[in-house]
Each structure stands twice: as structure tokens, then as C-alpha cells.
Nanobody, 123 residues
């Protein structure tokens, strides 16, 4: 059974950091592109990064580039999203998902999603 489970969300002050985890089971992470998405209150879900299974590179949207970093622990079959210099506008529910393709910085063709984890950036 394919499953993705996110964790690590919470409340953080502006300028702070959080690390989210996306643990996979039922498949190996490097067999799919892995995308990160977020949905802010009242807004559509947006994809902001995609790690390609083809070249291993991660692509970031300008809104997070330089602040967010994706890493992977193959032994744990887990992908991490390190978020630094957080801003109030980063407040959202964050999701990871598998993908069949990458278009620009976004992973598309998302088959499997995690349940999401809430991130609130507020003083």
C-alpha cells in the first residue's frame, strides 16, 4: 500500500525555521518525482518544488527559493523540507505528493498525497 505521511508542522515566529518530513511506504521515493505543495486559507493549492526522479535535482518556485531546501534520506525513505526565514505568507497546509512528470518547478500527475501538515507563521 502506497502511503505518504507528513509531519513537523506547527506554529513558528516570522524569521524562524521548521523542518517537515514526508515519509513514504509501499514504494521507494526515488521511483517517483516528489512534489511539495501548500494551500493557504482561501487560496488554491500551489506547487512550489519538485524533486525529479530523472536527474535527482530539486526545482523551487521563486517564492521559496533560497529559503526552502529539500533533502532526502534514502535509508528512511523520507524526504525533508527545511524551511528557513519563514514569513507570515508561508502559512498554509503543506503536502507532499508523488508525481509522474515535472513541468517547470511543479510536479504534475499526482497520484498519491500525504494528509498534510499545518504550518502557521505568526508572532
Amino acid at each position: 500500500q502506497v502511503q505518504l505521511v507528513e509531519s513537523g508542522g506547527g506554529l513558528v515566529q516570522p524569521g524562524g525555521s521548521l523542518r517537515l518530513s514526508c515519509a513514504a511506504s509501499g514504494f521507494t521515493l526515488d521511483s517517483y518525482h516528489i512534489g511539495w505543495f501548500r494551500q493557504a486559507p482561501g487560496k488554491e493549492r500551489e506547487g512550489f518544488s519538485c524533486t525529479s526522479s530523472s536527474d535527482g535535482r530539486t526545482y523551487y518556485a521563486l517564492s521559496v527559493k533560497g529559503r526552502f531546501t529539500i533533502s532526502r534520506d534514502n535509508a528512511k525513505n523520507t524526504v525533508y523540507l527545511q524551511m528557513n526565514s519563514l514569513k507570515p505568507e508561508d502559512t498554509a497546509v503543506y503536502y507532499c505528493a508523488t508525481a509522474t512528470a515535472r513541468v517547470g518547478v511543479k510536479c504534475v500527475g499526482n497520484d498519491y498525497w500525504g494528509q498534510g501538515t499545518q504550518v502557521i507563521v505568526s508572532s
